[in-house]
């Protein structure tokens, strides 16, 4: 407390003006503090309570709270007993001599004989405090602590007479002086800020994307906007805090209470409560508005009402009128204007607050006398409920509600000033959604003006860009597919190697363990149900026994499947159903029983009457449910544990973390663990010991990482991002917050994650500059630290452990999970560290790189890592942009690494256990390259077809001549296909694929121009053809690529046939994937 500064000014002139108030009461509820001799203020330290009047009062005068300490006011002095470091605090107005102003005693505690001497001298002050007789207390606190509890203790053996002083003493804080005001105007915009750019904002946007988002996750959001700076600016935000949950309420359920609590039901799209309020510097405010999504009239003209109703309001508040007055009018108001409405109005119309959210005997209700004095601040709030909408055509839109309120300060004249000035008319807060016919109209004017806008571009710009390019990359497009060639040659070869070297691994499979409950029938339990033939659970030994033919069997809790129970009847029937050889098994489960051919029992079935017959204490049911209810416990325990030691059987044993003793370790404090340690985040410290990292967090829990175990170690700075981090993938993964992990990151957040650019006025705003050269420095600040911190760690460990800094030049988009991230490479991996889970790719695992969905007219492809050990699933990376095809490529071929891409999703899984099954066939029948064999077939046929194409005219001859060779094949083809064309035409997509259009081509060439004999199958006339299909083109580049699809996929049928069924079909790798239907084009033509 010695830091902090206690305002003695402040304290002198409230101190003062209670007393004199005390002395000579000027105001109506000082009668109560004329028979008080004494007055006493006991704050405990309880952090639930977080309103109180001891609490309130000792903030007023002290500008702070004083937890566990007794203020005592006597006629003439003031008594403080506290621990020293508070009276070290109070020493600074131990001395003020003033007229008016009590002496301050300050009484140190003495727990050696738990203040019994403090507590005599405080009650002797006490009883020679005029007559001695009264006391004056809060009546509604509740001081708990074992100090405070002393204290109620040592005063029991006295007579005092205890007076309730909270509404007097509440009156004479309820004037606020310059200070408080400023600091409830500060709360007041605090809570306008977040109301209007959190709030607000965040409601539109639901309502317009149609989401589903809980009453409660929306009022979680407002309190986690409370420290943004985003959303306060301005503010000191370690004084801010929330005067109450923020309450979120729609759908029909409304409670017009500060009490209420946001519910998890969906957020309604019709009449939506909002309530919030910001303390600063304890001092409170309050916001309260409703929106209306497509509201009616009635809606309209009952809001409309309520506004004008709370503007009566705060026309009444003025110096010298009655709350009950004030209240008593405004009913009068509603009665003469909709009287149908008054009883669905809120019993009070506001209440004054301060350090209090509610000052309860201050309130605009018909009870409350008080008078309204300058300076007050009240929490003006109006509201109607359970009101009908009749046109609603949902459940949740019949009933609703509405509510407004501000918080208002009281001046010399009415109206008193809003000091939360948010619009509320219904222009501001009224939601109406377009029809989609509306949007459609919109969106079409759009649409037009972007295609004229493309129209006035033209073509010739963009082919003269593409001409250049093509003329730059050409040779850097040659030079890296011959070095592609270079690399395929290499890698069946050094898989072969490998794998030679390696020799068979085979996976073990899993065994169910042969658990055994008792070894001898004497550990059977003695139990009254045993004995009874009663269904009986040994918790002890996890084993369930059951009687069958009339013996006690006894079975692991590990052999019951599942069990159910239903009532029929008279009778209650217990169903357990046992693991046995067939039986569906879980993912955690063996597969192989110790005993397969043993006999098993499958399920057994017990019934039990409901019925208690005569002298029976329970119903003979009750051993059944008994039965159920414990197998359930005794399961969940079991599969519990197990799960556990699933989760450690392949932990690598660690080597013991050698501390070292040297101040001069290197060191970052302040970071924060990810994966967290446990469900809350903490912040801790990351030390570099003789053999390892040491991560210590602010509660104690510690993180071992060995420098041996690390696999690789990054360290993205902060530039371009949010965080600055240190990541660690780690060769075997350690076990912390009961997981195992591989990846382990240590980071800490730099800056605003979002710049709010409404937020100021002027562009050159002074605090704004500040804000931003105050995060530049942090930023090289941090950055200069954790960069002496990786350097120190290398040099310590002699290079063993070396940083990698991603390139964010060389960064693309992807989406290796649910959502897009940035990929950056490293002199070894790809990774993304910045979101999580992260990704980690370490380049020197990898095998090869498939694209797949590789076709000119997708937006995306995706990107297969494909490793050297062929028992690791393969990893993807989904949608990245086909404009980066070519970047991603370059990368690659920099690193080394092979790369191949394909028009089709593979069905991995089955190629890797095609692969593994039979490795050594694999590569005699071509390895990897069947991933290419599409493309190599166009490459190697492209110069002959082109020559083909140019030289060949069919003629009378020719077909004559090639007829006799090629007329059975062709006609078994055409039969073959015809047969085909149904089946082919129901699975795919609408529309004629290749082999359709070649058939039709050939039938037509039959029909017109060789009416005496068979037309040659294998060649036609590429002009014809493109005439009877509907899908040519008129370009000659179509008919080409038309005749290379068709050689391109009858050299591929033949290569297959010699390489074996695994290389049949590019189609039977292929993943159930919706793509588009050059997809299906495809996989018919590898059919042929």
Known sequence: MSNYVLDKDTFLRRIKRLYSEWREPTLAHDDILKKVDCIMCVVGVDEDIVYSKSRALEIWLLGYELTDTISIFTKDSVYFLASKKKIEFLKQIENCKEDGVPDIKLLLRDRNNKDKDNFDKLKEAMKSSNKGKTLGVFAKDLASSEFCDSWKAALKSESFENIDVGAPLAYIMCTKDESEINNIRKASLVSVDIFNKYLKDEIMDIIDSDKKIKHSKLSEGVESALTDKKYVSGVDTSVLEMCYTPIIQSGGSYSLKFSALSDKNYLHFGAIVCSLGARYKFYCSNISRTFLVNPTDTMQENYNFL????????????????????????????????????????????????????????????KCHAEVRKNMVFNVNVGIANLTNTEASEKEGKTYALFVGDTVLVGDTAPANIMTPSKKKIKNIG????DDSEEEDGDEKEEVKEDKSSEILGRSKRNAVLENKLRTETNTEEKRKQHQKELAQLLNEKAKERLAKQGESKEVEKVRKNTVSYKSVSQMPREPEVKELKLYVDKKYETVILPIFGIPVPFHISTIKNISQSVEGEYTYLRINFFHPGATMGRNEGGLYPQPEATFLKEVTYRSSNVKEHGEVTAPSANLNNTFRLIKEVQKRFKTREAEEREKEDLVKQDTLILSQNKGNPKLKD????????????????EAHTNGFRYVSVRGDKVDILYNNIKSAFFQPCDGEMIILLHFHLKHAIMFGKKKHVDVQFYTEVGEITTDLGKHQHMHDRDDLAAEQA?????????????????????????????????????????????????????????????????????????LVHFERVQFHLRNFDMIFVFKDYQRKVAMVNAIPMNLLDHVKE???SCDIRYSEGIQSLNWAKIMKTITDDPEGFFEQGGWTFLDADSGSEDENEEEESEEDEAYEPTDIESDEESDEDDSEYSEASEDESDDSEELGSDEESGKDWSDLEREAAEEDRNQEYTDDKPNGKHFDSKKHSKSSKHSSKDKHHDRSRDKHHSSSSSHKDRSKDKGSHHSSSSSHKRSRDDSRDHGHKSKKSRH
């Not at 009665?335 to 605009?364: H, Y």
């Not at 970071?671 to 990351?686: A, C, E, W």
């Not at 090289?780 to 070396?802: D, G, R, Y």
């Not at 964010?808 to 992807?814: A, C, M, T």
Request: glycine share 6%.
């Open 307 to 366: 506004v004008n109703v709370q503007e009566e309001i705060l026309k009444l508040l003025k110096p010298g009128a009655k709350l009950n007055e004030i209240y008593d009018t405004t009913v009068e108001y509603i009665k003469k204007e909709k009287p149908k409405l008054q009883d669905n109005f809120t019993k009070t119309f506001g209440f004054a607050m301060g350090i209090e959210f509610r000052e309860n005997s201050i309130v605009i209700g018909p």
């Open 891 to 893: 990368w690659l071929n």
């Open 775 to 847: 995060e530049r420095e942090l930023r090289h600040k941090l950055k200069t630290a954790f960069k002496s911190f990786c350097e120190k760690v290398e040099s310590m460990t002699k290079q063993q452990v070396e940083f990698d800094t991603p390139f964010r030049e060389l960064g693309f988009p992807g989406a290796p999970f649910r959502s897009t991230v940035t990929l950056q490479p490293t002199s070894g991996s790809l990774v993304n560290l910045t979101e999580w889970p992260p990704f980690v790719i370490t380049l020197d695992d990898v095998e």
């Open 671 to 686: 970071l924060y663990i990810r994966p967290n340690i446990v469900t809350k985040r903490m912040t801790g410290s990351l």
């Open 431 to 434: 939601i109406f959604i377009k």
